[in-house]
C-alpha cells in the first residue's frame, strides 16, 4: 500500500525552490517520519510568513500550511 506526503498548499518559497507537491512511499512509518522532518525543515528555512505541520489524514499525511511564523 503507497502512503503520500501532500503539501497542502505551494507557497513563493516551495514554488521558488522547486519542491515537490507530493512525495510517495511504500511505508507508513517512513512516510509519517519524512512528513516530520519535511515540515519542520520548512519552518526553518522557509521565509517565516507561514507555518508548517504534518497532520495524519487516513493513511497519508498532509503537510499544512499556516499563516503566522514558527
Known sequence: ???H???EKMCG???RKGMPQIKTFDDKENAH????AWA???N???CGKHEFE???VDDNFVIA???GSY
Open 44 to 46: 526553518e528555512t522557509f
Open 65 to 67: 500550511v499556516g499563516e
Open 54 to 56: 504534518a497532520i495524519e
Open 1 to 3: 500500500m503507497e502512503h
Open 5 to 7: 506526503i501532500v503539501v
Open 13 to 15: 518559497c516551495a514554488k
Open 33 to 36: 517520519r519524512v512528513a516530520r
Open 40 to 42: 519542520q525543515e520548512l
